[in-house]
């Protein structure tokens, strides 16, 4: 079966070799992206929003300078499937200093107790004191095949062979790992199908009776659509934090992770790359993503974006320090600066001529004013906001009546984007200096 990632590169292939990138092009682009994702078994509802913010983006959004339209799209593309996956490398986030405790749940037969000893030789190796509890009461076999795993790791593993109720399992075993020394617990419970009631009221059990500080529930992508109605089951039973991802690389149907990241709200925290033990790592959306589409030097189009924004950034604050702004681009300006922190501190920076006798009150007040004077932009037409001039008294009453503001405080956005612009046209240092400053 032709894998998701071969229909997504195919996709992405076709719109590269396209002679213009015009609308045909692009809607003929998200049309082999949603065949992709349907075929991969994507959630419909994960497609359509994907669909329409890709279009959405590709039309509005301004192309920086020296950046093509084709490798814009791209980009967007991109940015939405690891915006659906989470921006940035996944990390532990597990204490030293306590303990933490991890329930892992998942169907039987995808590598659950496999990905358990993973996880277990994966902490064991990041510096975490690290024992494994097999709550697996049904399976004959399972806390073998977990002793065997860990074989050669010395990473203990604790089963009770004469107690058939997990929950007192569970919290024997945690007393006696904990009085060891063990700090992080790894709790390894019975696969289940999502049909199986019995089983699944065993993990509403456990959750409630242990409190486990994390649940993370294993799934194999594969699966496809039926991963995110298996999430949605474990999710109701016990409310999962993140995902562990089986055979992603060797799976046809890759999409199904995106129906139980949409489901679950859970972000893939790690992934197996393989059948040994150490064949484990953090989930990387960018890497993942970047492979999937078949785009090897992602960060160098990702870094040509970075130095065209940051070029035009720089001819923005250029012409702003020179007094060039509209009236819009003014309250924008502020909006960004507050961002960056406190406009105290981020104009005390500024070399301009008695820009350090500004007082606090007065940008305390300035700070507090930015998301009013938003809502008046808003209300004005797009002349207004080119052109305050032509802002009379009639036109004040409307722009306050539709911001929910008082005149007068049309009237102070007013004052100060006047007094800003003579401010800025007095300054008598070059623009660069202000950019560097401000590094």
Known sequence: MTSLSEMLKKAISKFISSTTVDEGAINELVRGIQRS?????????????????????????????????????????????????????????????????IMMVGIQGFGKTTSVAKLAYYLKK????????????????????????????????????????????????????TSDGVKVVLIDTAGRHKSQDTLMEEVRTLQKEINPDEVMLVIDAGIGQQAGLHAKAFHEAAPIGSIFLTKMDTSAKGGGALSAIAVTNAKIKFIGTGEKIDDIELFSPTGYVGRLLGLGDIEGLLEKFRLAELEM???????????????????????????????SKLISKLPLPGVQNIPDETLKSAEKQIEKWDAIICSMTPEERMDPHIINSSRIKR???????????????????????????????LPKKFLKTMQ
């Not at 009237?411 to 984007?417: E, F, V």
């Open 37 to 101: 994702l349907l075929i991969g078994d994507v959630n419909v509802e994960i497609v359509q929003k994907i669909s329409e913010n890709v279009k959405k983006r590709a039309v509005e959004e301004k192309l920086p300078p020296g950046i093509s339209r084709k490798d814009q799209v791209i980009k967007i593309v991109y940015e939405e499937l690891v915006n659906l996956l989470g921006e940035e490398t996944a990390k532990l986030n597990i204490p030293k200093d306590r303990r933490y405790i």
């Open 126 to 177: 990041s510096g975490y004191n690290v024992g494994v509890i097999c709550a697996d009461t049904y399976r004959p076999g399972a806390c073998d095949q977990l002793e065997q795993l860990l074989r050669d790791t010395k990473i203990p593993v604790y089963r009770s062979d004469n107690e058939e109720d997990p929950v007192k399992i569970v919290k024997e075993g945690i007393v006696k790992l």
């Open 313 to 343: 950034d720089e001819k923005r604050a250029e012409a702003f320090m020179r007094g060039e702004f509209t009236l819009e681009q003014f309250v924008k300006q502020l909006k960004d600066l507050r961002k960056a922190g406190p406009l």
């Open 399 to 429: 722009i306050a009546r539709g911001a929910g503001v008082l005149e007068k405080d049309v009237k102070n956005l007013i004052k100060q984007y006047r007094i800003a612009k003579k401010f800025m046209k007095t300054a008598k240092r």
